[in-house]
């Protein structure tokens, strides 16, 4: 139920507000250079404290504690737990018997009864994303493949149109450089600052690209590529919506526009599938659920923070009667700028599994 | 790598062209009344024949090998098989060589070399989708859920839209009601006249909604209703894209407006959880990846079907030059049209597998 | 629960008295020449009609319904079938109400109610072995490896003392290569003619050894080689025990004597793991659950064959009194005479599942 | 690989000399009282310190990091770690290099080259199985099952030989009883001192006999309570065998002997099968691979420990010739001494298993 990989596995644990959330990673490649330093960029990126996320900051600092010997992996599971620090529980008591809108206080309490740990959200935080990520760290270090994940869209607002409003662009020259520089949450400052004036929230779209992924991944079935990314996209905490290439807009397409003709991309090589590639990549790589080559490309709908200090109309199960309630505490107002990331750690995890069962 | 489930576990084998196919199901609670008649609505849902579909008509009568006594499951595995018949294996010699752009005949060939049985698609065939209706079935038997998939839209022109268009709405009174009539080929039977005109292919969209499904099903993460659903889902060939509830539009929306405020939908019942339930349905019936109570609801994207007449660019891997290829045979115009009862299947085959693992 | 193995995985389905019995073996590598005939050898091996075995003769002849193409696996899933021909389900009506000591006619009904097929044993019958044989041949032939099972005990005899008191060991020369032409069935003629006339039935030990694995297969703990073998081959019906190498006797033994002492076995090789082994194979080819480079060994007990014409008390559970039962119709005295093809079968397709992950 | 159980579901991890060892239990029911003091019978049961076993003591504080809120479990993963302290690596550096008879240091090199963590014989530690118990503590709470596994026998004494040989016998009234009291490590006391003089080892057999267990768990085949039970046992370092009920000694009997006839056990009951069971329980409480009501019952062989200070033969692969090797540090000179609970605690996952897929 918390495992996900066939001979590159996981098992995660833990909770918001608990003594340490972590992950254990079974079928780790022996021999691969592995340090605690290996983790901080992609942490980082996963981390809150910019405009649009959460103040609650911590520390995040990884703990190996099995499965590297010297400096390398061993072969044996890697084991990595995270300890919580800055944690105010006294901000989620009251959830148990006023569900939040959008959150899973209600159907916790119904799989779990009065035991379900709430606070913080318990097993069910976007927090129990950050072993993820460490995993993804490991299996991006198997795999070498390039993946690369970034928000596209915030609040209805893509980033071109986001970074065109930008004052910055009115530098003279080099200024979409520069641009590019900006954080998302400079780049979609002005809608940022709308919701938590409203304290309110927005969500956003991530595109994720992997580059580098030869063809022959995947199977026909239950196991094609797009089946086990979905499955491991639709397991971070918010999203509503996957889509592959040309996606959703495909089925509007014809098939004459839509299909991928094959093209010459090189020549000379004895083996032709090098000089051939299907050329538009409307199937996002993958095509009878096995990659073909090009670059897997697909993206994810996260909806906006459920947790928002604006009143909403919710039931207390202590009285019977309907309430108001207004989430007092540390929100992200655009969860969605936390989860290229962890896009990425989910893809390069179903790559490894997929590339150690090849 | 084709099987799917832990508790409810369906196995599926065959190829397009060869003796026989068919599934193994495993799980199958004991006692549920089961004869060929209960497959016959489902299978012939998915039947060609009618405008916009292929030509070649298959019997499809399931035959079942075991599990079943005295008209009743046993408990035992549930084996059902269908022949092929109505075969013209020499229409697909030819895409060994040279592999028609968007289907699996380059990736097949990568991953599987040349032993890969090209005959109709082989084991990548859309045929193979026929047992999974059959799995459906028995899921659906042992559910009781009302599970109902229909097309929302067919080569990017509405359900509404194209009711709209049809003669028949000139009727003078019960117009609508006699439309409900309608089949799917007559309702978007401009759509489909034309792409058969142009010898080219049509997409759609599949919406599915599950009444009646009992809160609690499912798990935060890996095994979250979203996770498991998509992942069935995407075994179907063709799909690009799946969303939940408000899908890629609640990355558009506020929090506010996204979120399900509870509401009461009744009152007096001792169990207030009778008496509550979000209200709008933006999650789709799923929170934190688990049920809460209300219709589960998501849309499926189906790209044109990849076999079309109209000539396209692809690689002569034989000679090693650039051609262009006319597909001979028999196609569907429009493969959507055929996978409403196939999304109902896979959904209710995923439903199967989280209750009995309840 | 009907399926084994991850990436060479196999299905079974089928009661001994229903249409037909079978399985689906997933993850074969493409390439495999593949034919009928290659089945035949284990299958007669497995068969019944000699001394001590049923009089039932079925034809058991194999039909693939898919996986095969020009002689050659696929890729894709084989699925094999056997039809169910030489059926008499009168024989068996009456244990539904009188289980049969021994017999899973009892548990069985307790699991699966009264919707359990009690002809011939129905899912629980020992005929559900034929299709595992199958896979096993397929296994086989993937793997290379020599593997092999004999009989080297029957009703507490052993080979070497069967095989002195036979009669044709008076033959003045030549008398052991002849003797070991000699099937198991006449080999152990004496006992099994004990057996017949007190229509009683005995069991029996089978040792396997296999030669040519590497070593590396395997891993420290859930997937030892020793625990998938052992939970294969208590799969069988009618295995009570099993060990390894030195096996119960280890229990006995000192460290030192126990232990396999490290030898050269030639030397030259500039790997050094080519001169140096293990020696006197005590862990039976297993240390740390990964094979060490020399033959795996073990050793399974055979119950006595249930179904005996002696009478014995029951219960019947029509009336609430106890009863005699003579069990009628055609049993095997020594079911064990029949299993040493079904033990290699399992071993190969662990072996098959191992090599695969590797 | 280092994952067992499809609903409670156990993941290992750790090295015997590194940061800590530990495991995650999911699928485990929220509402379990649980404390440290849970555990601690059970750690103790399995500790070292007393004559037999090694001096090395750790101690083995367990660390629940996530599951249990308010003092109970909720429903989320459990994971559960020891910290290592006692660690003396100098002692195992050589290994590597000179591989001891009968470990898994030759595998292990050979499968994870020199990446493997050969401190304290690192993954492959028999201190992994200390999680082991903690997760058995948890499934015996789930279950309430009677499990009770004893060793009956040591280096080829039985218990009831070696208990009639202590002095203690001698005491005039009431002997038996005190002697009851006596640990394994006196009543074998005789046999251990042979062993620790001569640097050497013993063996041992632990029976273990499930009491209050259902009728109905377990599968036909694959999923058999004997499949998955022998499964687990051989996860545990050192086992070399296991039988059921009558075991290796049922294939030297009559089937009329082995069988066990149904009798009578109460009256009046309106559910006969509380009235009836299967009388002598040679078949170990399970028919068909199915729980019959009956005590399930089973031996499992454990080897003589390995590490022993006798002079041994191996090679060194460092210098490419033979050499011996006498092992320094602190051994356990009969490891059997201390299994006892691990058999039960794998017994106890498999059946939470078991009765959570029912």
């Not at 901080?40 to 981390?47: A, E, G, N, P």
């Not at 070498?144 to 662009?169: D, H, M, Y």
């Not at 807009?249 to 526009?257: F, L, P, Y």
């Not at 207004?326 to 990425?344: S, W």
């Amino acid at each position: 139920m918390n495992t996900f990989g066939r001979k590159f596995r996981i098992s995660i644990f833990g909770e918001s507000h608990g003594t340490a959330i972590g992950i254990v990673i079974d079928g780790v490649q022996p021999g691969i250079a592995l340090s605690i330093e290996d983790f901080q960029t992609d942490i980082l990126r996963r981390k809150s404290g910019k405009k649009g996320t959460t103040p609650r900051i911590e520390s995040d600092q990884p703990e190996i504690l099995s499965g590297v010997y010297n400096g390398f992996t061993t072969g044996a599971p890697l084991a990595i737990i995270f300890h919580n620090q800055n944690t105010r529980s006294g901000d989620y008591k009251l959830f148990n018997d006023v569900p939040r809108p959008g959150h899973a206080d209600y159907t916790a309490s119904i799989k779990w009864l009065d035991f379900n740990d709430p606070r913080g959200g318990g097993h069910f935080s976007g927090r129990i994303t950050l072993p993820v990520v460490a995993a993804g760290v490991v299996a991006k270090k198997m795999l070498g493949f390039n993946i690369g994940a970034q928000l596209i869209e915030v609040g209805g607002v893509s980033r071109a149109k986001a970074l065109a409003s930008r004052p910055e662009a009115a530098l003279p020259d080099g200024g979409v450089e520069e641009k590019e520089e900006l954080s998302d949450s400079q780049i979609w400052s002005d809608v940022l600052d709308e919701a938590i004036r409203e304290q309110d929230s927005v969500g956003g779209i991530v595109e994720c690209t992997v580059n580098g992924v030869p063809a022959g991944l995947g199977e026909p079935f239950f196991d094609s590529v797009e089946a086990l990314v979905s499955h491991a996209i639709f397991s971070i905490p918010g999203v509503r919506g996957i889509e592959f290439g040309d996606g959703f807009e495909s089925a509007r397409m014809k098939g004459s526009v839509h299909n991928d003709p094959f093209d010459e991309i090189g020549s000379g090589n004895l083996n032709l599938h090098v000089n051939v590639r299907p050329s538009k990549n409307g199937a996002g790589g993958i095509n009878g659920g096995i990659t073909n080559g090009n670059p897997i490309v697909f993206r994810v709908a996260f909806k906006p923070t459920s947790s928002i200090g604006k009143a909403q109309k919710t039931f207390n199960f202590a009285t019977g009667e309907m309430t108001e309630l207004e989430i007092p505490g540390r929100h992200d107002a655009c969860i969605a700028l936390r989860t290229p990331v962890i896009v990425e750690a989910m893809t390069a995890i179903v790559l490894a599994d997929l590339t150690r069962m090849l």
